[in-house]
T-cell receptor, first 112, second 114 residues
């Protein structure tokens, strides 16, 4: 089944404790992206990647890192999480020749 | 500043009637628009899209209309069904090429009453 998977789905952590949210897609998509969803703000793009080893900032990249060492994986790294990073995070992917993005199920993060 | 706006946080419609969801944008450089549907505890799923060279695109019960001069697009669902109850996001991108960056609206919660 073609899908985007994220792990973990739910995470509670404390301020300053490094964490990684994994994202993996099995559709051989070149493009991958991370979004966060907050009440009243919709979905905002954090980082995106056009292909392996090619990443760029979205609209809200502060406090986040990403890497794209393999085509199928695009982990989101919070080196020192803060409470304002409490949010619902979505990973997405698409073919580089298409516009339609396919989203993962989301990761709900609470930073205390 | 919100470049893509969905001014109605919620909409309630009777089953069988038409649902009209609206979206306004400010950047005239956008050349591709999409609608996504989101159920609770799931990721958004693609619904329908439209290029700026068109003013209408239809897919079954779903039609998207684009008015470039007014920088406005709308999604029509006819007839509405209870299973259509979800949050709908419009998104814009393109900048003349691939959609490297998608700008999403804040979403409209549609409730279709049986």
């Amino acid at each position: 089944e073609a899908q985007v998977t994220q792990n973990p789905r739910y995470l509670i952590t404390v301020t300053g404790k490094k964490l990684t949210v994994t994202c993996s897609q099995n559709m051989n998509h070149e493009y991958m992206s991370w979004y966060r969803q907050d009440p009243g703000l919709g979905l905002r793009q954090i980082y995106y990647s056009m292909n392996v080893e090619v990443t760029d900032k979205g609209d809200v990249p502060e406090g986040y890192k990403v890497s794209r060492k393999e085509k199928r994986n695009f982990p989101l790294i919070l080196e020192s999480p803060s409470p304002n990073q409490t949010s619902l995070y979505f990973c997405a992917s698409r073919k580089d020749t298409q516009e339609t993005q396919y989203f993962g199920p989301g990761t709900r993060l609470l930073v205390l | 500043d919100q470049q893509v706006k969905q001014n109605s946080p919620s909409l309630s419609v009777q089953e069988g009637r038409i649902s009209i969801l609206n979206c306004d944008y400010t950047n005239s450089m956008f050349d591709y628009f999409l609608w996504y549907k989101k159920y609770p505890a799931e990721g958004p799923t693609f619904l329908i899209s439209i290029s700026s060279i068109k003013d209408k695109n239809e897919d079954g019960r779903f039609t998207v209309f684009l008015n470039k001069s007014a920088k406005h697009l709308s999604l029509h669902i006819v007839p509405s069904q209870p299973g259509d109850s979800a949050v709908y996001f419009c998104a814009a991108g393109g900048y003349g090429g691939a959609t490297n960056k998608l700008i999403f609206g804040t979403g409209t919660l549609l409730a279709v009453q049986p």
